[in-house]
């Protein structure tokens, strides 16, 4: 197995609207609810960030030799929906598309912040989302898993992940989602789980 844990401020590219914004250990990076604050070169840092629609975009080194064949990859993270403050029955559809191909979309039940999150700084406010929903999407041969559930046909051959040095990741909202909710993504030392996005790639 190859794997590798990209932590949430590292994504390639981006698209953001308001609410959203970037928290790292020392506090907020940039301003929030203005976009340019996704640009600048302290973002790397962040270990949690918001946006109310768009997507953010991670490249994923690939370590896999290149004379093998994967037959199993799978993305995990923290993450919900994204509502100003938070409300529990805000919904999001968040879909995970992997080298450009549509890995199937969780409808995340809401923006949870009645309680306080295990790993939240104590420096983030009360009133504010506090953590999310572990979420696993699995590709294996016969099709696509959502934390062991099957939601969609797209296999690992069709994802071609031997063609480049690197894995696309891609979390968003489809622009004709049914719930345009948002999301909120954590990192280490965020959240309920102490973890970033982490790749797993079995050859």
């Known amino acids: 197995v190859f794997s590798a844990e990209m932590p949430v401020g590292a994504y390639s590219s981006c698209e953001v609207s308001p609410t959203c914004g ?33 997507y953010v975009e991670y490249k994923f080194a690939n370590g ?9 990859l799978s993305i995990s993270m923290e993450l919900c929906s994204e509502a100003p403050g938070y409300r529990e029955d805000w919904k999001s559809d968040i879909t995970v598309w992997i080298n450009g191909i549509d890995c199937g979309t969780w409808t ?31 590709v294996r041969k016969d099709g696509t898993y959502l934390n062991g559930e099957y939601i969609s046909d797209v296999s690992i051959d069709m994802l071609n992940v031997m063609e480049k040095p690197y894995v696309k990741v891609r979390i968003g909202n489809k622009e004709d989602a049914r719930y345009v ?7 280490k030392h965020f959240g309920d789980y102490d973890q970033d996005i982490i790749l797993a790639m079995e050859y």
């Open 64 to 72: 896999v030799p290149s004379e093998c064949k994967v037959d199993r």
């Open 22 to 54: 970037l928290y790292s250990e020392e506090g907020s990076i940039g301003i929030d609810d203005r976009e340019f604050s996704f640009y600048l070169p302290e973002r790397i840092r962040a270990g949690f960030l918001w946006t109310s629609s768009g």
């Open 108 to 138: 995340c039940p809401g923006d949870f912040g009645a309680r306080r999150g295990r790993l939240m700084p104590s420096d983030w406010p009360i009133g504010s989302t506090q953590y999310g929903m572990l979420k696993t999407w699995e």
């Open 181 to 187: 909710g948002g999301f909120n993504l954590f990192g």
